[in-house]
């Protein structure tokens, strides 16, 4: 199959357990990972303001742990609220 980076999978609003946006539904964002890469895709979106920081940690146990390096594209972003002078 054709790997397809037309649409890409966010990671902002992830499965979480109860109210702590930190504590995620591993089991749940394991099958939303490998349907979408199963269905071909390969590009993931995330950002470290991301549930409270720890978007890029639930991405690494989900994406980069789980599928070879070159089955997925991950891209993070830096939020200019952040920027200083």
């Known amino acids: ?44 979106d995330t950002s470290y303001v991301y549930h409270n920081g720890k978007s890029e940690e639930a991405t690494r146990k989900a994406v980069v742990e789980r599928y070879p390096r070159d089955a997925f594209t991950v891209a993070t972003k830096f939020p200019t609220f952040s920027l200083q002078n």
């Open 1 to 44: 199959m054709a790997l397809k980076s037309e649409l890409g999978f966010g990671m902002m609003r992830l499965p979480v357990k109860n109210s702590n946006p930190t504590d995620f539904g591993y089991d749940q964002l394991f099958q939303m990972v490998d349907a979408f890469i199963g269905a071909g895709y390969t590009y993931f």
